[in-house]
């Protein structure tokens, strides 16, 4: 009788120990309540710490925050277990609205080396002087295997010091697997809105994270750090050593203001040092710097097989479409591919920016580029409509329509070693002048007109070039995916020849 009396005791245990809990959290709660119910909530995230640090986050978990509500406070998951794929442990509201969490000066949750959580429907708000980030998740310890499934939802991160949402790898040989972070807006964060780093740039022999999604999030008016001198600071969205990933109908605007490093500035949306990302259906404007950069989109030094596609660019102070790489990279550009773009007045009178800008380095190169069927209106006074400067650049320049201002440059190279191959390009200026630069200061009507004078010219070859007179109407802009997500320009546009025929199909 006592061995079954046993027997049974340890069944309802285990029974017990795999059912999910859910725990409710509303400020006219106690925390000596149970909080198993609305109608017997906890009070404090301090509750919800204490609980979470005694017993952990198990499979299926939820802990609900009343929405509409504010609570004071932080969260900290640190090696608190987790969910599984199958069942994720939740952080999220009940009722109607976003629960609002004000953290001061601190960060407002921070996930540390615990998988599979969803963090969705709140809103973090710092106060004055904030020293953290909205949401962080971090590594603070060497892994074979990354932290996975950390899903992040309907989120708004505002006032920080840092970042509005920040992910991790903190030096670290592994980071995270399969991070998204959707419908969320990071505004007015001081160092960045959403930013997935990678880690250490030097001596990088992996890149940490993988299958990183971003999705019709917002980040806006995140204006850098005027006291960060020696880096980068005020980007809306870039990630860093991620393999594999996209960026998908995101906005990025009005980032960077205050942005004084010399040693590069912010983007709106960017990729640094990735493999295998897609950028696309996303629109970037507005963003700016006090020095550098200040551009719509970038794929950075170390790039591999990614690409920006379909996306708007406009009314920045730095390149709308920017490849980059510079000395000391940890891999080498290859296989990058900038297609099917819009890019309208972007690269400010002075900026040295054009609407599309490709440069590298001294020691740096980029292999296979691609840059095929985007279209570019760059304002008055822009250095270009396409530039092209640096050394050992190699790839294909493809059935772009490029039009400049009238005494403006359609395209400029500059630079040595490079292999490159336009081809099929439509040019317009609407003084009816064909200006090309090389070698920033030879002007040609064609690139078929330029004679080096040191020998036959290797760096570029020109064929099928066409130039001719541009009919184009703006008719306002459409939304792509979701109202208020990104727009994309109706262009009504025709090229004719000298008899008014038109040559190509009009695009819109």
């Known amino acids: 009788m006592g061995m079954w009396k046993v027997l049974i005791i340890g069944l309802w245990t285990a029974g017990h120990a795999a059912i999910a809990g859910n725990w409710f959290v509303s400020p006219r709660g106690n925390d000596a309540a149970d909080g198993g119910s609305p109608d017997h909530p906890w009070r404090s995230l301090e509750r919800v710490n204490r609980h979470i640090a005694e017993h952990g986050l198990h499979a299926g978990d939820s802990i609900h925050l009343l929405g509409g509500a504010v609570f004071s406070g932080s969260l900290t998951l640190d090696r608190a277990g987790g969910g599984t794929e199958a069942a994720p442990a939740r952080i999220t509201t009940y009722g109607s609205g976003q629960a609002v969490i004000r953290p001061g000066v601190e960060t407002g949750i921070l996930v540390r080396e615990t998988g599979w959580i969803t963090l969705s429907h709140l809103a973090l708000k710092a106060s004055k002087g904030s020293r953290g980030d909205g949401i962080r998740c971090d590594r603070n310890e060497e892994s074979d295997a990354p932290v996975p499934g950390i899903v992040m939802q309907d989120c708004l991160a505002t006032g920080f010091g840092w970042h509005g949402i920040m992910v991790d790898a903190a030096q670290h040989r592994q980071g995270f697997d399969g991070i998204r972070i959707e419908e969320c807006t990071a505004r007015g964060n001081r160092y960045a809105g959403i930013m997935v780093y990678g880690g250490n740039q030097i001596g990088r022999t992996r890149r940490p994270h993988s299958n990183v999604v971003i999705a019709r999030c917002h980040a806006v008016g995140n204006p ?37 490093s010399d040693r590069g500035g912010p983007v709106g949306i960017w990729a640094h040092a990735c493999r295998g990302v897609v950028i696309e ?219 008014g025929a038109p040559r190509i199909p009009p695009r819109s």
């Open 281 to 499: 259906r996303c629109e970037s404007f507005g963003n700016r710097s006090c020095l550098r950069d200040g551009g719509g989109f970038d794929l950075d030094a170390g790039c591999e097989d990614s690409i920006l596609r379909w996306n708007y660019s406009h009314d920045n102070h730095g390149a709308g479409f920017l490849v980059y790489t510079y000395t000391g990279a940890a891999y080498v550009d290859r296989g990058c591919r900038v297609i099917g773009n819009i890019s309208w007045n972007d690269g400010a009178p002075g900026s040295g920016y054009a609407g599309i800008q490709i440069g590298t380095e001294e020691g740096s190169r980029i292999q296979a580029l691609e840059v095929s069927h985007n279209t570019v209106i760059s304002p008055p006074r822009s250095v270009a409509a396409m530039r092209i400067s640096g050394h050992n650049i190699e790839g294909r320049i493809a059935e772009n329509l490029v039009v400049a201002a009238p005494h403006g440059i359609l395209v400029a190279i500059s630079g040595f070693r490079h292999s490159l191959h336009f081809e099929r390009n439509h040019y317009w200026r609407p003084d009816g002048k064909p200006v090309f630069l090389v070698d920033t200061q030879w002007t040609v009507p064609a690139f078929s007109a330029w004679h080096n004078s040191t020998g036959p010219e290797t760096r570029f070859r020109a064929n099928g070039e066409v130039f001719e007179a541009l009919h184009l109407r703006v008719a306002g802009s459409l939304f792509l995916g979701q109202r208020e997500g990104p727009r994309w320009p109706v262009i009504d546009l025709s090229l004719k020849d000298s008899a």
């Open 224 to 260: 850098g750090d005027p006291d960060q001198l020696g880096q980068h600071s005020g980007s809306g969205i870039l990630i860093d050593g991620v393999d594999g990933g996209a960026i998908r109908e995101c906005v990025a605007s009005g980032n960077g203001a205050e942005c004084r």
